[in-house]
């Protein structure tokens, strides 16, 4: 029906026999039409949907003035993980600024497996909290000043990737600094005890 | 006697009607798509895995240099916005008071604001290009140091404006401080604004542009 040709039209019927005439078909083959008005739907649809910026949550705590509202934190429930300027990553497990690693954002090897594992080793190890429940891990996050934004977000996306639920967006405190600083010589840094 | 021909199928199927559909609905796709905003301040999205659609924010914007800026989409909104802000903190700023109802029906025509209060007034009796030109070069961004915090009232006057129903997005570049970022998170909790939503575009888990690398270290340090 669509196609230009129409195979010797005036073949059988009427002209048999007759002068052949040309007859034209009037008819357009509109099958390239339909390819390129699909292939331009598919464009459409794409972009529009594909071009929406996506969202990631972020809850940031209120002030809690109220003590007993304030959650008991076990030393072996805490996970630091510190961001550097240069992209790097380090973590230290406990309230003591000690025994910093360095890792990185690598997808297998790097901080993330460091996350999943404490989160796994937390419930069944720490002891139960005052109220008899299982202890479940805390990751502190901070963020040295000149740390790329880039980074926050990558922490906070393996957050959501391991189910991490409990964690703090901290500011990196002095000794934490330090440690950094003098992370890449292993030199020991000497023990201060605040108050 | 005639010869009895089976009859010849053609196995060409009409496409006018196929036609007629197809453009229809590019019809249709083309005259809902909207247009990619004009980005008046250029900011490189950090990735991240999280796929929450956004919708109906009051958008920070946090370009490389670390200067903020504020975008609502709806008119009505910024005019509101305004209004607001010169209700609740006409006192603070003796500038919004000032302003003509023209220099307000430009200010909600502005998509993304940035510029000290401080300036309003000389901004908004711009024409048409030479803002444009103080858009694309001057613009300094709305302050949000802990002295003087403009960002915070600006984001509580929109949600003033819409009684609430707004969400705060951060969009930061992807190499900006984490300092600004957190100034600004800080600035809003200051007024009782805890949810944000972090604006990404969307990416595989990987990031391979870092490097591996395990150095241990032997930091000894007690804190309190």
Known sequence: MADIESSGGGGHGKHDGGPRSKKMSTRVDLTPMVDLAFLLITFFMLTTTLNKPKAMEL?????????????????????????????????????????????????????????????KTVPEECPLTKKGK????????KMLEGARYKNMVDI??????TGCKIYAIQDADPLEKEAIANGGSAKPIEEKVSQ | MPKIKPPRKNPVIDMTAMCDVSFLLLTFFILTAKFKPTEVVAVDLPSSRSS?????????????????????????????????????????????????????NFFALIETWGTPIKDIQRVLSMDGTEFKNYQAKQMQGIPYDSLHSELGDWVQ?????????????????????????????NRLTEKDIHRFLLITTLTGPNHSDEEGGNTGTEGETKTQ
């Not at chain 1, 109220?66 to 790097?88: F, P, S």
């Not at chain 1, 906070?156 to 990737?161: A, F």
Request: charged residues 30%; proline residues 2%.
């Open chain 2, 52 to 104: 929450k659609l956004v919708e109906n924010v009051c958008m920070i914007t946090i370009n490389k240099d670390g200067r903020a800026f504020l975008s609502l989409k709806e008119t009505t909104t910024r005019y509101a916005m305004l209004d607001q802000m010169t209700e609740k903190y006409g006192e603070k700023y003796p500038e919004l008071k000032a302003l003509t109802p023209q220099q307000k």
């Open chain 1, 59 to 119: 809850n940031m705590p209120k002030k809690v003035d109220n003590k007993d509202e304030q959650q008991d934190v076990g030393d072996c429930q805490v996970l630091n993980i510190l961001l550097d300027t240069l992209d790097q990553v380090w973590y230290y497990d406990g309230l003591q600024v000690t025994g910093l690693q360095k890792t990185t954002f690598a997808g297998d090897g790097g901080i993330r497996k460091v996350i999943l594992k404490k989160i």
């Open chain 1, 156 to 161: 906070l996306d393996e957050m959501d990737i």
């Open chain 1, 134 to 141: 299982k202890r479940d891990a805390i990751v502190l996050i």
């Open chain 2, 157 to 185: 006057a929109s949600r003033y404006a819409t009684e609430g129903d707004i969400k705060i997005g951060i969009k930061g570049d992807k190499d900006v401080s984490v300092q600004d970022v957190k100034q600004v998170i």
